[in-house]
């Protein structure tokens, strides 16, 4: 389930809704500014959403199988962690009623993936689910550095 949710949330959704923007909203935007906008939303927003309230609710979760964590005594730090995540997801959420969020979430959102991968992939004795975790982090942070440069660029 939580491979298939982040596949979902991270490429199918994205991609999806690029596709409706142009083919069916017949939005003039580039292919670019939609990719920052789709993306902060779903890869930010619903993913940090989704990952922190499952965090928070169900920190043995994130601690044992991402994290390699047995210990009990990590839970409160995971829930806290649950509580940034929710937030954060917020915020990059409300990017489609405040387009101004967009710029601002895609860097906090390409700083946090990309760190987090560049953590598990230090970790030489990665599980599978980290090894899961730092792929599609470090896709998710390489995909939003797209869009940052091409604001810049612009």
Known sequence: MYIATVALLLIVFPVASIVADKAIAHTAAPWLALLGKWSVFW??????????????FQPRFTAKKILAIDSDDALPVVQELGIAN???????????????????????????????????????????????AMVTDLFAAAVLVVYIAYIAAA
Request: glycine share 10%; aromatic share 12%.
């Open 43 to 56: 890869i930010v927003g619903v993913r940090l959403i989704a990952a922190g309230l499952r965090q928070f």
């Open 86 to 132: 929710f937030s954060a997801g917020v915020v990059a959420a409300l990017s489609l009623v405040f387009p101004r969020f967009v710029l601002p979430m895609a860097i906090a959102g390409a700083l946090f993936y990309g760190i987090a991968g560049i953590r598990h992939l230090r970790d030489a004795h990665r599980n599978a689910n980290q090894n899961f």
